[in-house]
């Protein structure tokens, strides 16, 4: 019988050690936490990423929380050397299917003696199929060609490219397009250019990824042999230009060529420049805008001008600006104080005036008045200033002298004479 119960004994001594051991631990984990806190500070670190781990073959589609905030408590000495590189944000949906999953945030510290607090504690992430397949290459002008000029239809270096992504929007995908503007392309064109993604109806699918990006391109450039593009220049007639007026500034029009349709034979034998009908500018004192029509030979009958039939032409006229001299005008005094003379020399001066051409042709010397103010000046000798005043628009006026010397004196008084 005794025999039989030494097994017992021996699980019993197994048990009881396993559990003072267990205890140990739990006694030795305690006394860790209580040194720990007693001794310990916080730190907190923001903008921790987080790692996502998923099974192959799953793509991530919403994820609103892509950073945490941990808060650490740790003795000082811990926390001076901790970095962010130390701490660990994990979230494990390894074995969890497309849809909506929300699992525990694991966050692990590589310093010992620091404990964790992370928030938020947990992650909710969406997670969709992923897709691949190949989409045809193909392209749209945006802006064609110069109407002398045909384009070719483009060559591309891949016909077909892989997009992948989620599976929803993959399967949005009919085609990579590729976008050409050729408005100023003359020469044959030869290019890397960028492939988009789009819907059926030409949309722009956002979300997946095209392999390769960027593509080879060739589109080959013809001239057309029924249009070229000829020079214009405006007729206009300056000799119909009033006198004293003048063209001054560039003169502009638009468009500066047009594009002329017509047979091979006849485009051969047009001018390198057509001409508009005149523009006669009798009567044109001010700047102006004007629409001529262009003039075709009469003898070339296939020809036709593209859209613009006429050209706008835009002129500036000024009055031409020159100089004149009026003499002997006479001297006025102004402001002379009561019982004050004043006796001056020259009595008459010049003006010479500067402005317009048409306004000075018609100044006459009535039309100035020369003036000395006197005002506030007592007897003695004086240099005073001669002011010229005009009643027209002219740009400036010279007085010739511009300083009259003007000697001021009182006034003789005549006694009065009694009646007998």
Same mark, same amino acid.
């Given at each position: 019988?005794?025999?039989?119960?030494?097994?017992?004994?021996?699980?019993?001594?197994?048990?009881?050690?396993?559990?003072?051991?267990?205890?140990?631990?739990?006694?030795?984990?305690?006394?860790?936490?209580?040194?720990?806190?007693?001794?310990?500070?916080?730190?907190?670190?923001?903008?921790?990423?987080?790692?996502?781990?998923?099974?192959?073959?799953?793509?991530?589609?919403?994820?609103?929380?892509?950073?945490?905030?941990?808060?650490?408590?740790?003795?000082?000495?811990?926390?001076?050397?901790?970095?962010?590189?130390?701490?660990?944000?994990?979230?494990?949906?390894?074995?969890?299917?497309?849809?909506?999953?929300?699992?525990?945030?694991?966050?692990?510290?590589?310093?010992?003696?620091?404990?964790?607090?992370?928030?938020?504690?947990?992650?909710?992430?969406?997670?969709?199929?992923?897709?691949?397949?190949?989409?045809?290459?193909?392209?749209?002008?945006?802006?064609?060609?110069?109407?002398?000029?045909?384009?070719?239809?483009?060559?591309?270096?891949?016909?077909?490219?892989?997009?992948?992504?989620?599976?929803?929007?993959?399967?949005?995908?009919?085609?990579?397009?590729?976008?050409?503007?050729?408005?100023?392309?003359?020469?044959?064109?030869?290019?890397?250019?960028?492939?988009?993604?789009?819907?059926?109806?030409?949309?722009?699918?956002?979300?997946?990824?095209?392999?390769?990006?960027?593509?080879?391109?060739?589109?080959?450039?013809?001239?057309?042999?029924?249009?070229?593009?000829?020079?214009?220049?405006?007729?206009?007639?300056?000799?119909?230009?009033?006198?004293?007026?003048?063209?001054?500034?560039?003169?502009?029009?638009?468009?500066?060529?047009?594009?002329?349709?017509?047979?091979?034979?006849?485009?051969?034998?047009?001018?390198?420049?057509?001409?508009?009908?005149?523009?006669?500018?009798?009567?044109?004192?001010?700047?102006?805008?004007?629409?001529?029509?262009?003039?075709?030979?009469?003898?070339?009958?296939?020809?036709?001008?593209?859209?613009?039939?006429?050209?706008?032409?835009?002129? &500036?006229?000024? %009055? +031409?600006?020159?100089?004149?001299? =009026?003499?002997?005008?006479? #001297?006025? !005094? *102004?402001?002379?104080?009561? /019982?004050?003379?004043?006796?001056?020399?020259?009595?008459?001066?010049?003006?010479? &005036?500067?402005? %317009? +051409?048409?306004?000075?042709?018609? =100044?006459?010397?009535?039309? #100035?008045? !020369? *003036?000395?103010?006197?005002? /506030?000046?007592?007897?003695?000798?004086?240099?005073?200033?001669?002011?010229?005043? &005009?009643?027209?628009?002219?740009?400036?006026?010279?007085? =010739?002298?511009?300083?009259?010397?003007?000697?001021?004196?009182?006034?003789?008084?005549?006694?009065?004479?009694?009646?007998?």
């Amino acid at each position: 019988m005794m025999m039989q119960r030494r097994p017992n004994n021996r699980r019993q001594v197994l048990l009881s050690n396993a559990i003072w051991l267990l205890a140990s631990l739990l006694l030795s984990s305690f006394v860790w936490i209580i040194a720990v806190t007693e001794d310990a500070q916080e730190r907190r670190f923001t903008t921790l990423g987080v790692q996502v781990e998923f099974d192959d073959g799953l793509i991530i589609t919403d994820q609103p929380t892509r950073n945490v905030r941990v808060t650490v408590r740790a003795p000082q000495d811990v926390l001076g050397l901790l970095t962010s590189e130390d701490i660990v944000v994990q979230a494990d949906f390894t074995g969890l299917g497309p849809g909506t999953h929300t699992v525990e945030l694991d966050t692990d510290i590589s310093r010992r003696l620091a404990l964790a607090d992370t928030q938020p504690r947990q992650i909710t992430v969406t997670f969709e199929e992923q897709l691949a397949q190949q989409v045809n290459v193909t392209f749209e002008i945006t802006d064609p060609p110069p109407l002398d000029f045909d384009n070719g239809v483009p060559v591309f270096g891949e016909s077909q490219v892989m997009v992948s992504g989620p599976r929803s929007e993959v399967q949005e995908v009919v085609a990579a397009v590729a976008s050409f503007d050729l408005s100023d392309q003359q020469d044959t064109l030869e290019q890397l250019v960028r492939l988009t993604p789009v819907d059926v109806d030409g949309n722009v699918v956002d979300g997946v990824t095209l392999n390769p990006q960027n593509v080879t391109a060739t589109i080959e450039m013809r001239r057309r042999d029924d249009v070229i593009r000829v020079s214009v220049s405006p007729d206009i007639n300056f000799g119909t230009l009033q006198d004293g007026y003048v063209i001054s500034g560039p003169i502009l029009y638009d468009p500066p060529t047009v594009f002329v349709y017509g047979s091979p034979e006849d485009l051969a034998q047009i001018p390198s420049t057509l001409e508009t009908e005149q523009i006669d500018l009798t009567d044109r004192l001010d700047d102006f805008e004007v629409n001529v029509p262009i003039i075709l030979p009469e003898d070339l009958s296939s020809l036709r001008v593209n859209d613009e039939q006429s050209i706008n032409v835009s002129l &500036i006229i000024d %009055a +031409q600006i020159t100089n004149r001299q =009026l003499d002997d005008i006479p #001297i006025v !005094i *102004t402001g002379l104080n009561n /019982g004050l003379t004043a006796e001056f020399a020259p009595t008459e001066a010049s003006a010479v &005036i500067t402005g %317009a +051409q048409p306004i000075l042709d018609d =100044l006459q010397i009535e039309d #100035i008045t !020369i *003036t000395l103010n006197l005002a /506030g000046l007592g007897p003695g000798i004086h240099e005073v200033n001669a002011v010229a005043g &005009i009643g027209m628009d002219v740009q400036s006026v010279a007085v =010739l002298p511009p300083t009259i010397q003007v000697t001021i004196g009182d006034a003789e008084v005549t006694p009065a004479v009694e009646t007998p």
